[in-house]
């Protein structure tokens, strides 16, 4: 079945982002609300995508392709802000509404995190084509970017160290009422503390964020390991991972 939405991680692998703070790589930021907000998609029965589920360098056309050939109707891609400034930024293609990116400013606003401005822009020598290529080269795909606060901002770095589950939350409630889909809240509610990216589940934080680990780091790649934090793991899947871990340590 083809996915209804598709959801981004910006920048990922050698790429850091610009929206790093002392708390927080951007990458590593945005892999875990789009990680969260996939397994709550898959909770709430959407069917979803990834363009990355780990701590890969995905350039520019090959990140567009997996959006635009992924068979969605929506993109969700998520980054985080810096360069002065406070609060969220959702920017939306031209030739899209600007209801969703409204939703989503609204709802973000609700748990706290104010709205900077909700926009379009356009190449400076074209004024029908985007300005960013994830809303020009996504195709049909309706592709809003979130800029989820100011890596460079102490009050937005607090509140995304803090509570950034409670924000990807925020956008699923968005995007279920946009696209007039059925929203249940999760079983578990968003804790207002950092930690892994579990959420909605009775794994301890501490072991969620060891996981999480693995897996931003590479050394963890098949996502059915992901909720499994008290499963042991075979004897050769352990080998690989002592393989990755020794080929990342050698000079």
Known sequence: MAPIVIVDAGHGGIDPGGGNSAQFTEKAMTLNISLYQYRRFQELQIPVALTRSSDVTLQSEDRTALVRNSGARYCICNHINSG??????????????????????????????????????????????????????????????????????????????????????????????????????????????GGGSGGGSDVPDWKQEAIDWMFDQGLLTNEDWRNQADTSLPLWAEAVILKRLYEKLKP
């Open 84 to 193: 002065g400034g406070r609060g969220s930024e959702v920017i939306y293609s031209i030739y899209s509404s600007a209801a969703f990116p409204r939703l989503i400013a609204d709802e973000l606003e609700a748990e706290g995190m104010p709205n900077r401005r909700i926009f379009t822009r356009t190449l400076p020598n074209n004024s029908k084509q985007d300005y960013y290529y994830m809303n020009r080269e996504t195709g049909s795909v309706e592709t809003v970017i979130i800029e989820y606060g100011f890596a460079d901002n102490p009050l937005d770095a607090d509140k995304l160290a803090k509570d950034w589950k409670t924000l990807a939350e925020a956008v699923i409630r968005a995007f279920c009422e946009y696209a007039n889909l059925t929203y249940q809240p999760p079983k578990t509610a968003p804790p207002s503390t």
